[in-house]
Nanobody
Framework: QVQLVESGGGLVQAGGSLRLSCAAS????????MAWYRQAPGKERESVAA???????AYADSVKGRFTISRDNAKNTLYLQMNSLKPEDTAMYYC????????????WGQGAQVTVSS
């Protein structure tokens, strides 16, 4: 099994920065791509940023130029550097990973709350 544990969330003022981390453990050889999703109250979950096992990245238009996703395969850790935060970035942020065998987002963390005050 694969376990994903997020950390680094918190309360920040608009314009500030936060860095989220996601530590992977267990049968991590089963992991391929990784990503950050978020869900705000009353809204559907949305993809924020994704990174392939080879380091190719993709971002939602709403965070391009402000957020940076990266992964350290030696440390089995995924990161999300968030700069120029806006109140609309307030959400629960989830780390996710695909299973190599299926290509599906089968692994999820418990979430980290990010709150941006205006």
């Amino acid at each position: 099994q694969v376990q994903l544990v997020e950390s680094g969330g918190g309360l920040v003022q608009a314009g500030g920065s936060l860095r989220l981390s996601c530590a992977a453990s267990g049968t991590i050889f089963r992991i391929d791509a990784m990503a950050w999703y978020r869900q705000a109250p009353g809204k559907e979950r949305e993809s924020v940023a994704a990174i392939s096992s080879g380091g190719k990245t993709a971002y939602a238009d709403s965070v391009k130029g402000r957020f940076t996703i990266s992964r350290d395969n030696a440390k089995n850790t995924l990161y999300l550097q968030m700069n120029s935060l806006k109140p609309e970035d307030t959400a629960m942020y989830y780390c996710a990973a695909t299973r190599i065998a299926t290509g599906l987002w089968d692994y999820w963390g418990q979430g980290a709350q990010v709150t941006v005050s205006s």
